[in-house]
């Protein structure tokens, strides 16, 4: 059984920067793509970054390209999400997203197997 777990959320001033962590098991993820989406109140979750586990190509939101960037560790089985020059509006509820299957699509939700619980940044403005 897949679980995501994620953690590293919490409250930074707007500027700052947070790490989003990822933790996956109960599978081998070499051939997965993983996302992060975020959800605010009120909102439609949204789309922020995905990385193709084993060739490490990664795709942004345009709203997060050169402020956000998602890595992976293979040995840790880990995604990361790296947040700077955080803004009030990337407040939201953070999810890890794994793809087992099929042509890459990272913007589509529907796309992804597996969803973590995931995590609250509030940004301060």
């Known amino acids: 059984q897949v679980q995501l777990v994620e953690s590293g959320g919490g409250l930074v001033q707007a500027g700052g920067s947070l790490r989003l962590s990822c933790a996956a098991s109960?599978?081998?993820?070499?051939?997965?793509?993983m996302g992060w989406f975020r959800q605010a109140p009120g909102k439609e979750r949204e789309f922020v970054a995905s990385i193709r586990w084993s060739a490490g190509i990664t795709y942004y939101a345009d709203s997060v390209k050169g402020r956000f960037t998602i890595s992976k560790d293979n040995a840790k089985n880990t995604v990361y999400l790296q947040m700077n020059s955080l803004k009030a509006e990337d407040t939201a509820v953070y999810y890890c997203?794994?793809?087992?299957?099929?042509?890459?699509?990272?913007?589509?939700?529907?796309?992804?197997?597996?969803w973590g619980q995931g995590t609250q940044v509030t940004v301060s403005s």
């Open positions: 109960g599978r081998t993820f070499s051939s997965y793509r």
């Open positions: 997203a794994a793809q087992s299957t099929g042509p890459w699509q990272p913007t589509r939700l529907d796309k992804y197997d597996y």
